[in-house]
């Protein structure tokens, strides 16, 4: 049986969803009402319901986010609500906390990135559990995969692409700690894309005013070959609070290398879902939001990782400022040392001492761009453009359509018998009435026929497969053959696609032998009494982290005294003794776990 792979977009509201579709996703995960982790991205359960009927024209899988922590208060809310999604069509849930394990769902559970797989022993535990799929943590290597794809028979899911946590998912607690709003509760203010001056222990700056726990965004489109052989079948896009612009052109993107994938070994691996992405824009994911691109750990190997000077996107840079004017009636006039191929409607970008500003251009000739007031920009800056209207409006006005292939065989005796089989193996069959009187040019006739069925209905794209007569064809006309063609794409609607089927799982739940403490992320007796049931040895701390000073904030492999060339270990620099990051009068204590390769934040 060929290995399914499924490309996994994501969707702040069901229109982007739909967009991600029709861009080649096989899968496409958004939040219901509540609890998906992304507080400003949630939808009505009548809006995943539409979402869902529209993918599931061609096998694509509604995933919807239940995975933020869930306080006793709220349990009978969210198994309430688990009932209504499930109603609506929702093809799997993605799941952090361990007590919706309980609610009797009658789809599948995803074990959410929130969960933290880092291991083969996180990886029984949550299979143990019953989990269809284990979502893994990013910063993994391929070796690490593969040892976790021995250990479970559970589907596995990777980040291939977008915004990159600094810390080990679910287990960041910066947010909570100096907001008093929890990650895990899907509000988190992004502290580690704030700006940041770096003190040893002396108070001594070392670096000021930088973005010292911001990484780059995480771009793996070339790596999809490795990650399938080391057992991932998800390939999944973060990007819950992107816009449609952003979710069409990465999506595009990766559907095509997946395609590549696929084609390149056609005996081993088939896409997740059906219908062939056809015309439409071609995309270019250096246009759209980035940080600019790293691929992480995933060759095991220490890299630089971070995006000190951009905690936003930058874009390309487009030139040196030779002069910033005000002229009256036409504004702001910038002129550059060269000219960049501009656009009315272009956005830019550029650094000035409290951080990166930005600007619409209103008209963008040659060297020239004038446009309103732009306060910090000044001569010898360099700016840069990251928005590309002409490549928005392309996206706008060249979206691709996807299409079900449906063959189709007709057979002339007597009577007309048509039979169409569409790619998901749907078959209808028809008998329609047709004219007594044949057609005098045989010839032209098929010709006719061929041309006329050769199209396409709603969702569907015909090919005629077979055509064949025994008293020659029928003097048909165009307009019959259409209907013919559209009462088969209305027979194949009333069926149901045939979704493509992904792994089998079960096993036997399995002793946890974790500690419960408070990056257990436990905030409810369910879950607290499923880990002890699981042979916990420890119960205690068993609630989310509520300020304990000195606490453990963040742990990553990210290393900022790599990044900035003062690792002992790997770069021989000299020791530096302690250092702190300090933002708004807040300091805070970094640690350096060299025997793991490891950087805390306290």
């Not at 995960?29 to 982790?37: L, M, V």
């Not at 894309?193 to 973005?211: F, P, T």
Request: hydrophobic share 35%; with cysteine; aromatic share 6%.
């Amino acid at each position: 049986m060929l290995q399914a792979l499924e490309l996994l977009a994501p969707a702040r509201n069901a229109d982007i969803g739909i967009a991600a579709i029709d861009c080649g996703a096989d899968a496409v995960y958004i939040a219901g009402p509540g609890f998906g982790a992304r507080h400003s991205a949630g939808n009505s359960v009548e809006e995943v319901r539409r979402l869902c009927e529209y993918a599931h024209r061609f096998g694509v899988r509604i995933f919807v986010t239940l995975n933020t922590i869930v306080y006793d208060s709220e349990i009978p809310v969210v198994r309430e609500l688990m009932r209504g999604l499930e109603d609506a069509g929702a093809d799997a849930f993605i799941v952090q906390d361990l007590a919706l394990t309980t609610f009797g769902a009658k789809v599948p559970l995803h074990a959410s990135t929130q969960c933290s797989i880092k291991t083969p022993q996180d990886a029984a535990f949550y299979s143990g559990l019953g989990f269809r799929r284990l979502i893994l943590e990013r910063q993994l290597s391929l070796d690490d995969i593969r040892r976790i794809r021995e250990a479970t028979g559970a589907e596995l899911e990777f980040f291939v692409h977008g915004a990159l946590c600094v810390c080990y998912s679910g287990q960041c607690y910066m947010s909570e700690a100096v907001a008093g709003r929890s990650a895990n509760r899907g509000e988190c203010v992004q502290a580690c894309r704030s700006l940041y001056d770096l003190e040893d222990s002396d108070g001594k700056v070392l670096v000021r005013n930088k973005a010292l726990l911001s990484l780059k965004d995480l771009n793996l489109s070339s790596r999809l070959s490795d990650l399938a052989e080391a057992g991932i079948s998800s390939f999944k896009i973060e990007g819950r609070l992107k816009n449609v612009s952003y979710v069409s052109n990465i999506t595009r993107e990766y559907s095509l290398a997946l395609d590549a994938l696929v084609a390149s070994r056609p005996d081993l691996y088939r896409r997740a879902s059906f219908g062939r992405v056809c015309g439409g824009f071609s995309p270019m994911p250096d246009k759209t939001f980035n940080r600019g691109y790293t691929c992480l750990f995933i060759d095991g190997e220490r890299g630089h990782w971070a995006s000190l000077d951009a905690p936003k996107s930058m874009g390309a840079p487009v030139g040196k400022v030779v002069s910033v004017r005000s002229i009256p009636e036409k504004g702001t006039v910038v002129t550059l040392d060269r000219d960049s191929s501009l656009h009315n409607g272009d956005g830019f970008s550029y650094i000035t001492r409290n951080g990166i500003l930005g600007f619409r251009g209103d008209v963008c000739s040659g060297k020239e761009i004038r446009c309103r007031e732009v306060p910090g920009l000044t001569k010898g800056m360099t700016l840069y453009r990251n928005i590309d209207a002409a490549f928005e409006r392309e996206m706008e006005g060249n979206r691709p359509r996807r299409l079900v292939g449906v063959k189709v065989r007709m057979d002339f005796r007597d009577t007309l018998s048509v039979v169409a089989e569409s790619e998901d193996g749907r078959m209808v069959t028809l008998d329609p009435a047709v004219p007594e009187e044949r057609a005098e040019n045989q010839e032209r006739m098929r010709e006719l026929v061929k041309n006329q069925l050769e199209k396409t209905s709603g969702h569907y794209s015909f090919t005629l497969e077979g055509l064949s007569c025994e008293n020659g064809l029928p003097l048909m006309k165009a307009s019959e053959l259409n209907g013919i063609r559209r009462d088969i794409a209305s027979a194949l609607d009333s069926l149901p696609c045939k979704a493509v089927p992904m792994s089998s799982h079960s096993s036997e739940r399995q002793p946890s032998g974790k500690v419960i403490s408070y990056k257990s992320n436990v905030s409810n007796r369910i879950s607290r009494d499923i880990y002890l049931s699981g042979g916990t040895s420890s119960a205690e701390e068993a609630y989310e982290l509520s300020h304990r000073p000195g606490a453990e904030l963040m742990r990553t492999k990210y290393c900022i005294k790599y990044e900035l060339g003062l690792c002992p270990v790997r770069q021989g620099a000299a020791p530096t003794g302690p250092l702190f990051l300090v933002n708004n009068g807040r300091r805070f204590s970094l640690g350096f776990d060299c025997s793991n390769c490891e950087m805390t934040v306290s």
